[in-house]
């Protein structure tokens, strides 16, 4: 229940995000807006200005009828035009206007860059600067005009939209930085979220798997231990023989629980210590699979072994390197349910020696192969106790190994069977 609620929380403050990220798009975007307003407010009352500059005495300039004059950079049309006209294109070769409009722009606060030029009422230039010529038909269709008596004067900014967008550029990078960061939060919040109700699963499996693995030794020793101390019941020599075997065979799986359970909170604490010393592998090995041979055989299986590692001398804890090899052949022999056929191999490598751990079991699925190293994590069955164990084993071996300094990882195909590689080094750097 309270899983779902964090789900609805986290859902909710979603679904806020997207709300405050539209409300601040939508605030920029109307900002943008707004200075453009502004904008196009400003440009009308700077062109205001110099309508009025230009047109001041113009109209005591005359030209002669049949006059035509060219200058270099720019083009004036005198011929046959209105005294009123003449007036102000001489009026506008008289004075700098390049300094002119940059001026009138500034004035008012303006800094992009500007282009003009002077048109009649069909669209034809009366004064157009030859590099302003490639911006003809912006100049008519989308820039700026104010009139100039029977003239037209047009203004246009041809990197308009970038001026606007670096005016505002310190709002959209604080409003942009601002979502990221709180978009990253929720991804990680909700990602929390995941693993823990994950954890809480994992969690109550386990605890359904350790109680039922305890309550069956110590219902059998129970029932063991009142049949041996039951007066009534007249036992033979063969009869307590059994029940006392009985008790030792619960009495050790209840101990083998309680290592696992020991490994796990040192892995936990970060308490381990590792006694390193020269040790050699393929006797550890062959130790290990001293004492599992009788279980491996009353599952009709058996281990091949193939180590043939030139130098199997490494310096190792081998208390813990016991641990991990004596977990690997566990591992493997639970999870070959049809008779355990294992095959434990070694080899040289520059570094140390390679060990590969191969059964013919029930493989892990390639969605599950780069998690069963996790803590509590166990392969699904179907059924939560097909299968004995509580998912420490592996977390143990994984963090024996790069304690060691060296790497291990699994190889597996369903159906088929699972092989664990593990390199160690001779000599692990501290």
């Known amino acids: 229940m309270r899983g779902i609620k964090i789900s609805w929380l986290v859902g909710i403050i ?3 995000v997207v709300g405050v990220s539209f409300l601040q798009v939508k605030w920029l975007s109307n900002a943008l807006e707004l200075r453009q307003q502004v904008f196009d407010q400003t440009v009308e009352q700077s062109l205001n200005t110099i309508s009025h500059w230009i047109m001041f005495d113009a109209q005591g300039l005359k030209l002669s009828p049949d006059s035509s004059s060219f200058y270099q950079g720019q083009v004036l049309i005198a011929d046959g035009m209105q005294n009123q006209s003449r007036g102000v294109l001489l009026r506008m070769e008289s ?3 390049d300094s002119l409009v940059a001026l009138a722009l500034a004035e008012n606060g303006v800094t992009a860059k500007a282009v003009y030029g002077a048109f009649d009422r069909y669209g034809q230039p009366a004064y157009l600067e030859g590099e302003n010529e490639i911006y003809r038909e912006e100049l008519i269709g989308e820039g700026y005009d104010v009139a100039l008596g029977p003239l037209q004067l047009h203004v246009f900014f041809p990197n308009l939209k970038k001026h606007l967008l670096n005016s505002q550029l310190g709002a959209f990078v604080l409003s942009g930085f ?22 809480v699963r994992i969690r109550r499996d386990l605890m359904n798997n350790l109680t039922h693995e305890l309550k069956t030794p110590i219902s059998t020793i129970g029932l063991a231990s009142e049949a041996l101390g039951d007066k009534d019941l007249d036992l033979n020599e063969e009869q ?25 909170s040192l892995t936990d604490s970060k308490s381990m210590k590792l006694y390193m010393q020269q040790v050699n592998v393929h006797d550890i090995i062959k130790e290990v699979v001293r004492n599992v041979t009788m279980q491996v055989r009353r599952k009709g299986g058996k281990i091949d072994l193939n180590i043939v590692a030139e130098n199997p001398i490494i310096q190792a804890d081998s208390i813990h390197l016991t641990n ?3 977990n690997l052949i566990d591992n493997a022999i639970k999870y070959s349910p049809d008779g355990a056929q294992i095959e434990i191999s070694s ?4 570094e140390g020696v390679e060990l590969r751990f191969r059964d013919r079991g029930l493989g892990i699925p390639k969605e599950f192969l780069g998690k069963v190293f996790e803590r509590l994590f166990r392969v699904p069955t179907g059924n939560v106790h097909d299968v004995k164990g509580f998912g420490l084993g592996l977390s143990y071996v994984k963090n024996v190994v790069e304690r060691h300094h060296g790497t291990i990882y699994a190889e597996s195909e369903p159906l088929v069977g699972s092989t664990f590689v593990m390199k160690l080094k001779s000599n692990p750097s501290p």
């Open 240 to 264: 307590t023989s059994h029940y006392i075997g009985m008790i030792r065979g619960e009495n050790k799986r209840l101990g083998v629980l309680v290592e696992k359970v020991l490994q796990a």
């Open 347 to 350: 080899s040289q490598t520059d």
């Open 95 to 97: 004075l700098p206007m």
């Open 14 to 16: 979603a679904l806020a």
């Open 324 to 326: 991990v090899i004596f």
């Open 178 to 199: 601002m979502l990221l960061v709180i978009a990253i939060a929720l991804i990680y919040v909700m990602r929390s979220v995941v693993k823990s109700n994950e954890l």
